[in-house]
């Protein structure tokens, strides 16, 4: 895979995400409850799995031969929805029904009711353990020969949970070349800041400790991204972790970086934020008028 | 009397009936299911000898997985291993897995859905000596509670190699629950094992009688033989082993309730949430009749020796034959 992004692609990534962002904001409005600040965070490098890196196939989702991507912090999964149905795994308009009574988009991600996924997930820490069960599995079957790549994406505060560290030790010890960990590290988590709730710094030096080939990124920017994704790919003989540093609440002005928009959606009443019968048309005006050209503070 | 279609040990009543662990069965199993079918491998947490499971180790060492000392990890890397086709068996204690990892099990296993078979040995408090720690008196009410999940609890070491083997084609989560200490060799190579069927061991089928009695694991010698004591003296009594717990075999429970109007229920687990809960969920539905229960009450095991622990929790046979005699006296 080339991992050199064209001007024109990176375009095309910066309207996706604007996509993704707006859906999120319209599905988490029509839902009344959910997480807007980690999906919003996390659309950039959303948008550049699904429609520049993944090796997959949205009209036959059991295609054995893709990537696998799990999502271990399944609070997030508005993006995960949003960025399937731009995608074209289902209908865009479907998205309207996230959290609702009968919906195939549960609350936190569940493969009974929309089989396309690759796992469930919403308690954290367990998602490494079996991105970590895949790739061993594709190891004992191929051998180092496979070109299927497992990705597991997991949140910073979620690395609290200590089964995420027990996953690491195996991960290393059966060198899995084939495994790329995306951390998003928003340094929030639902109490407050990462630092202040439990410090994770220094995370980079923990993950190298644990034998992980460390990436650090900015994760709004698609060529970091990518970049760090090839070299990820190209790590034969042990893991990779790519730390993608994101502003969480991204694109939406006054959810920037405020761990009070942790687990809230789009109109909450809420001490020093818009009113909130305003908050969800503020959301989509700064989205649109940013016109997709969502840059990042590290620019 | 013991029922000759179940083509039971001849030896079972002897003095020297032979006794081997029932985790034995399952170490037998895996070996076997690992040689019919290449999809199956093993995980263990630290204690593959101790699980049996080395034996499956030894003979398919790449398609065995140690995880060291984290449950966590292991139920959620079966999981993921399970995800691209392959039947995993997970072993440890019971106490720490199923018990350590119990949400991982919920969530990665039961609520995707995934063919994980569970193996949790040094079940009850027979495992003695160790003590309270790591006696798993609780795992059968907390696996039977899961949606999707299958619970089997052998009698004796030759069910717990069927079990073992049958595990791998019920395509479901599915938790074998194991006993450390030698147990009388209760059943044979011949005697029917079908997950999900209770096996009727004593009385026959159409048989009238004043007590049924209704055991699982490595209790059921021993209510076995109260069932024999009671016949000495002009009480009949029903046996029925029920080795899976859930499904629980609904139609053999009631018909046990129909014929005998009153059943003890035995199992060396908590009395709250276990066999004595399933059975007496089935028989309150069905056909009620009075029920009592032998199993530990509400309290945490000990150091001792499985005698000794059997006896002070009141799962001795004095206590299953009088529990037998107090039930029929509750008979309206």
Known sequence: MSINLTDEKIKFLEEKAKDIRI??????????????????????????????????????????????????????????YSTMAHAGYFPVAELLTLRKFGTRLQGHPHREYLPMLETSSGPLGSGLSQAVG??????MDHGKTSDRFFYCLMS?????????????????????????VIVDRNNIQIDGNTED?????????????????????????????????????????????????????????????????????????????????????IALHDLRTLGGQITSEHE | MINQSQKLNPKLFDKKVDEVPIRKGFGQGLLEIGEKNPKVVG??????????????????PNRFVEIGVAEQNLAGVA???????????????????????????????????RQVIIAGSHAGVSVGPDGGTHQAIEDIAITRVIPNMIVISPCDHIEARKATIAAAETGKPTYIRLAREKTPVITTNETPFVIGKAQLFYGEQSDRADVGIAATGALVY?????????????????????????????????????????????????????LGSAVSEVVTQNFPVPIEFIGVQDKFGQSGTPD????????????????AKKVIGRKS
């Open chain 1, 23 to 80: 859906s999120i904001i319209e599905m988490l409005v029509a839902a009344g409850s959910g997480h807007s600040a980690g999906p919003l965070g996390m659309a950039d490098i959303f948008a550049t799995l699904y429609f520049f890196i993944l090796r997959h196939d949205p009209k036959k989702p059991d295609w054995e031969g893709r990537d696998r991507l799990i999502l271990s912090n399944g609070h997030i999964n508005p993006v995960l």
């Open chain 1, 134 to 139: 895949m790739a061993i599995a594709d190891r």
């Open chain 1, 156 to 180: 910073d505060g979620e690395l609290d949970e200590g089964q995420s560290w027990e996953a690491m030790l195996l991960a290393a010890r059966e060198k899995l070349g084939n495994l790329i």
């Open chain 1, 197 to 281: 709730v439990m410090p994770l710094e220094k995370l980079s030096h923990k993950f190298e400790s644990f034998n992980f080939h460390v990436e650090e990124i900015d994760g709004h920017d698609y060529r970091a991204i990518a970049e760090a994704v090839g070299r990820a790919q190209a790590v034969f003989d042990g893991p990779s972790v790519i730390i993608a540093r994101t502003i969480p609440g991204k694109g939406v002005s006054f959810m920037e970086r405020d761990y009070k928009w942790h687990g809230s959606p789009p109109g909450t009443e809420m001490a020093g934020e818009p009113p909130k019968d305003e908050q969800a048309k």
């Open chain 2, 43 to 60: 995980l263990c947490a630290d204690l593959t000898e101790s699980t049996q499971m080395h034996l499956f180790r030894n003979k398919f």
């Open chain 2, 79 to 113: 999981s993921g291993m399970s995800a691209m086709g392959k039947i995993p068996y997970i072993s440890s204690y019971a106490m720490f897995s199923p018990g350590r990892n119990w949400e991982q099990i919920r969530t990665t296993i039961c609520y995707n859905d």
């Open chain 2, 222 to 274: 021993k209510a076995l033989k109260v069932a024999e004591q009671l016949s000495k003296e002009n009480i009949k009594a029903k046996f029925l082993n029920i080795s899976t717990i859930k499904p629980i075999d609904i139609e053999q429970v009631v018909s046990l309730a129909k014929t005998c109007g009153a059943i003890v229920t035995v199992e060396e687990h908590q009395i709250h949430g276990g």
């Open chain 2, 308 to 323: 000794e622990l059997l006896e002070h929790y009141g799962m001795g046979e004095s206590h299953i034959f009088a529990a």
